[in-house]
């Protein structure tokens, strides 16, 4: 097998990748993500990667930084600055604001 590309991708991408393969096809460590997958995934796969993007492009916050964000989906200030803080990035209040926002837009309009 021949490794393509490399790419951080959301739980809820991992979950649709893993729900494609027939249950009995996959290993024991594939059906332990499934189920955390379908546990902990929170958005449509189009929509977490649009927030990825989003959270890229307007923040300039690194891809596998804004991934590991969508896969938390944080719903406070604390819980989203406890992410951000294993890094060096520095975000102000605002920023914050904007971000959880966009979190918690887009959770309300995939339910």
Known sequence: MEII??????????????SIVDSAELKHF???????????????PKVSEKIVETLVKEF???RRLSVQIVNCNPSTKTELISIIQKTELVADEEK?????????????ANE
Not at 5 to 18: G, S
Not at 35 to 44: A, G, K, L, R, T
């Open 60 to 62: 300039n916050l690194p």
């Open 96 to 108: 914050l604001e904007k971000i959880l926002k966009i979190l918690s837009e887009n959770l309300k």
């Open 30 to 44: 594939q059906k332990l993500a499934l189920e955390y997958c379908n546990v902990f995934s929170s958005f449509d």
């Open 5 to 18: 590309e490399e790419k951080e991708i959301t739980i809820d991408k991992v979950k649709k990748i893993l």
